[in-house]
């Protein structure tokens, strides 16, 4: 049974887990380096994170570090909440460290189990540990005041996840009993290729380009960006998609557009009014709502349509210009089949029997 977790981001994500975990009875270490010294100084000198908006209470971390060593060790399961950008340092951080039995937790997974591997492998841990990725987020929140996040949406312990082998999935999740109620994709792919983010953000930030830029913090793309012709953009998106994970064998999940639409009829759905109202950003396009999903479902979705012959017009052009605006090269650089290690002449079928 868990009972110790280390929760890796002392961002928004990693505050509303670290609390809600120690809401929970789990004994809670919150950990990130120096650079994140104020946000934990500000939840070691309160001594707990307030939850605000739909989760209401206090967590109180049993302990809060920049060391990494006393972060990982004697943690049963390692909870990583950190933009994808950060997956090599944060793996290359905790690396000499690891013990057998472990669980890390990449969440979002974006395909973050193989930056973790590869590191590992470079490295030469030894330690046996398992490496699982969760199809989306833990939750949508925003840090409101030191030491204290405001939730957008109620919790949801459930959710789907795999491993990287996909043949630990069944271990973690036995493991992961009383923790998190999650439930099995057929492996890492499954769950990035339906993330909803590559949906709600890129062409709704780019095509806000100017906007962002002239409201800097007082932006927020769900009050702002939904406009007939940008939904009817990432409708295209959308589509385009669901040829690709249809030829992939698997099956869309959820709906890709039911945020938007429901933040467009508020009126009906008032679950989402604090979503709506704090869910605030991005203020800048140097974001993750670029970099992430871009660099990683976008790239990634993009790379498996060539390989299965399929074409993805509307993606890949907004993926050109998000590129254009970051001088980043997301279509080749990004987290592709190629630069995961699978070279052109290996097809999707001979790809599953190695993840």
């Known amino acids: 049974m868990i009972e110790k977790i280390t929760v890796i981001g002392a961002g928004s994500t990693g505050h509303a887990v670290a609390g809600v975990m120690s809401m929970r009875g789990f004994q809670v ?34 302990k809060v570090t920049t060391d990494p060593a006393e972060a990982v060790r004697g943690a049963q399961a390692i909870f990583v909440h950190v933009p994808s950008d950060r997956h090599e340092e944060i793996a290359r951080r905790i690396a000499p460290y690891l013990e057998d039995g472990q669980h890390i937790l990449i969440i979002p997974g974006n395909l973050g189990a193989f930056i973790f591997r590869k590191v590992f492998d470079e490295l030469g841990v030894t ?18 005041a030191p030491a204290e996040v405001t939730v957008g949406l109620p919790l949801n312990l459930k959710g789907k996840v795999a491993s990287l082998p996909a043949s630990d999935t069944e271990r973690v999740l036995k493991d992961l009993e009383g923790v998190v109620e999650y439930t099995a994709n057929r492996n890492v792919f499954e769950g990035v290729i339906n993330a909803g983010n590559v949906i709600n953000h890129i062409a709704s930030t780019i095509l806000s380009a100017a906007e962002i830029e002239h409201k800097g913090d007082k932006y927020s793309l769900f009050k702002y960006a939904f406009t007939p012709s940008v939904v009817h953009c990432i409708e295209k998106i959308a589509a385009e998609r669901k040829a690709v994970i249809e030829a992939m064998g698997m099956e869309v999940h959820g709906q890709p557009t039911g945020m938007i639409n429901k933040v467009l009829h508020l009126e009906e759905h008032p679950e989402v009014h604090t979503f709506y109202e704090y869910m605030d950003g991005p203020y800048a396009l140097n974001h ?3 970099h992430e999903d871009c660099g990683c479902g976008g790239a990634f979705a993009l790379s498996v349509a060539k390989r299965l012959g399929l074409e993805m017009p509307v993606l890949e052009s907004f993926l050109g210009v998000a590129g254009a605006i970051n001088d980043r090269d997301y279509i080749h650089g990004g987290r592709t089949l190629e630069n995961l290690g699978f070279p052109a002449g290996m097809t999707l079928e001979e790809i599953y029997q190695k993840i």
């Open 288 to 290: 993750r709502y670029l």
């Open 29 to 62: 270490t919150l950990h990130d380096d120096e650079r994140f010294q104020k946000e934990l100084d500000a939840v070691r000198e309160l001594g707990f994170i307030q939850l605000r908006g739909k989760i209401r209470g206090v967590g109180t971390p049993a």
């Open 127 to 144: 330690a046996k540990v398992t490496l699982t990725e969760k199809e989306g987020n833990f939750c949508p929140c925003r840090l409101s």
